[in-house]
């Protein structure tokens, strides 16, 4: 197995690890940041290896990005359980991802070729993954805090979900 694919593989396997740090030390949420930040670098460095070293493989294209939404979700589940207020986004985000799987699936079925993400969605997964550090490392963070982070977070998934339509319908029409 390449290392990219390796790091996908530690990716998912440090979902419980932050789970566990999460529910069952909740007085150290530095330390559940810290996993979560140890995951994210390790995403970035897949990538990075995978492209300058002509290591993109055909698991890795769905390894990677299974890595990174069951992340965010598992992260995002964890955090509606301690702050209610994050189930709105939690609940975009779901769907936001179910929608992108579908469509990804017909593309699939019809031989289309799904294209790797965009800016817009990289940009929406960076800001998910901050807004989510903050809330995890500010235990004590006020209501309008969480409020706004969320909102933030709900405006840039969106936009990458909003952006993400006229980019099926293209490759959808275009010819194999």
Known sequence: ??????????????IPVFLLVFFLMPEQSWLAGLVLVV????????????????????????????????????????????????????????IKELCMLAGGCLLVKSGKKIRSSRWFGKLATVVLYAVMFLIIVIPGIPKWGLYLLCGISIGFVLF????????????KKSEQ
């Open 160 to 171: 990458a979900f909003i952006m993400y339509i006229p980019e099926f319908l293209k490759i």
């Open 1 to 14: 197995m390449s290392i990219p694919n390796l790091l996908s593989v530690f990716r998912l396997l440090l």
């Open 39 to 94: 995951s994210g670098a390790s995403d970035v460095a897949d990538g990075i290896i995978a492209r300058k070293f002509n290591m993109v493989t055909q698991l890795g294209k769905v390894l990677d990005p299974a890595a990174d939404k069951l992340t965010q979700a598992a992260v995002c589940i964890a955090l509606c359980v301690r702050h209610r207020e994050l189930i709105l986004l939690t609940v975009i985000f779901v």
